[in-house]
Every structure is written in structure tokens, then in C-alpha cells.
């Protein structure tokens, strides 16, 4: 079956230790994207790409990173310099390399769970 | 920029009908969107509006009109599953921007 894989589900960070946090689909999707979503918030978006090799900055981009080297693969960076990075992590994928294209659904892994200790 | 509101909470029973409203300010719009979270889950696609009027899909139905830049969900038929957050989301020019989403308690 097709979908998005995300992992750690879990995991634990000291204070200026960088993380990464896989995102893996099988879907052919062009898009994928990162979120962030905070306890009784809604999702906001810290990276995404549309092709192989590009990325653009979400609203929320500053002291992430992200690659998109593979079409299948989008890792999240999650560095020193985000103050605040204890979160739920989604990672969501949409079909269709221009914007206009593709259904308007997007796709989301079942999350990572970042707690800086 | 761009900015949703939704409301924080709705309780309602099961068997019961709910409407959960969306109001939002964009530059750019290319239809509304609606998503369902369970606790700890990840976000499922519900439905999608970029023209004007009402969308039915089973027990659930969304709405837009875009002049008034408003949108609901209409959940039928409430069941105790229904229990979840429900975000509303706005296709803008470059990307899908999400509200802060509504908690549905639904009770026996």
C-alpha cells in the first residue's frame, strides 16, 4: 500500500543537538511539505518542495533545514537554533508538480513527536 | 497574509447534527478544504470547496460562499468516532494555510 512514513514516532533531543526527522513516500507525489503543529494549534508550514532539488521557506522556516535530493524522500532538520522545537512533526505529500495541478488533497505521514529535554 | 477562524470547541450528542464554521482572510483563494485529526493521529482529507455552494459526501457536507470568504462543515447523523479536531484550510497563491482548528466532543 502506498503512503508516507515518518519516522522516529517518537524522540527525545538534549538542548543543542541538531535532529533529523525522516519522511519517506512511495506515492509518486511531487509536493511534499513539513508542519509543525503545537498543542491546540493548527498546522504551520515550515518547508516545502515541489520538485527534486528546490525548496521553498514555509512561515516558519528559521532554524529548520530540509533536502529534497530524492523525489521520494523530504528529511527535516531540526537544528540548535529553533528555540522552541518540542512538537508534533507532519509530513504530508500532494500529487502534482504545479501548484494548479493534481487533486487539492494533501497526503500526511502519521508524525513525529519531539521532545527537547 | 492570510489568516482562518474557526471555534476552539463544539460539543454536541450522538444521532445529532453540527456545523462547524470557518471565516477566513487571504490574498489569493483557490478553494477551502477540510481536514479530520483524531488525538495523536495524522490529518484525512474530508472535502474540498472552490466553488460556491454545498458539497455532500455521506453523513458530511461542506459549504462555501465565497463573497461573505465563509465556509462550514456539516456533520449528520453524529457518531461517538466523530470525536476529533477539524481544520479548515485555504488554498492560497503558493501553499495550504490551515486554521487553528475546532475540537468535536460528541457524547452518548
Known amino acids: 500500500d502506498g503512503g508516507i512514513t515518518q519516522s522516529p514516532k517518537y524522540l527525545f533531543r538534549k538542548e543543542g543537538q541538531n535532529v533529523t526527522l525522516s519522511c519517506e513516500q512511495n506515492?509518486?507525489?511531487?509536493?511534499m511539505y513539513w508542519y509543525r503543529q503545537d498543542p491546540g494549534q493548527g498546522l504551520r508550514l515550515i518547508y516545502y518542495?515541489?520538485?527534486?532539488?528546490?525548496?521553498q521557506k514555509g512561515d516558519i522556516a528559521e532554524g529548520y533545514s530540509v533536502s529534497r535530493e530524492k523525489k521520494e524522500s523530504f528529511p527535516l532538520t531540526v537544528t540548535s537554533a529553533q528555540k522552541n522545537p518540542t512538537a508534533f512533526y507532519l509530513c504530508a505529500s500532494k500529487l502534482g508538480q504545479s501548484y494548479f495541478s493534481g487533486a487539492n488533497v494533501l497526503t500526511f505521514g502519521a508524525g513525529s513527536r519531539l521532545t527537547v529535554l | 497574509g492570510q489568516s482562518l477562524e474557526q471555534p476552539s470547541e463544539v460539543t454536541a450528542v450522538e444521532g445529532a447534527i453540527v456545523q462547524i464554521n470557518c471565516t477566513y482572510q487571504t490574498s489569493g483563494f483557490y478553494g477551502l478544504s477540510w481536514y479530520q485529526q483524531h488525538d495523536g493521529g495524522a490529518p484525512t482529507f474530508l472535502s474540498y470547496n472552490a466553488l460556491d455552494g454545498l458539497e455532500e459526501t455521506g453523513r458530511f457536507s461542506s459549504f462555501l460562499s465565497r463573497s461573505d470568504s465563509y465556509g462550514y462543515l456539516l456533520l449528520q447523523e453524529l457518531q461517538m468516532k466523530d470525536s476529533a479536531s477539524y481544520f479548515c484550510?485555504?488554498?492560497?497563491?503558493?501553499?495550504?494555510?490551515f486554521g487553528t482548528g475546532t475540537r468535536l466532543l460528541v457524547s452518548p
Open positions: 518542495s515541489q520538485i527534486v532539488n528546490d525548496f
Open positions: 506515492l509518486n507525489h511531487d509536493a
Open positions: 484550510a485555504v488554498r492560497g497563491f503558493q501553499k495550504l494555510v
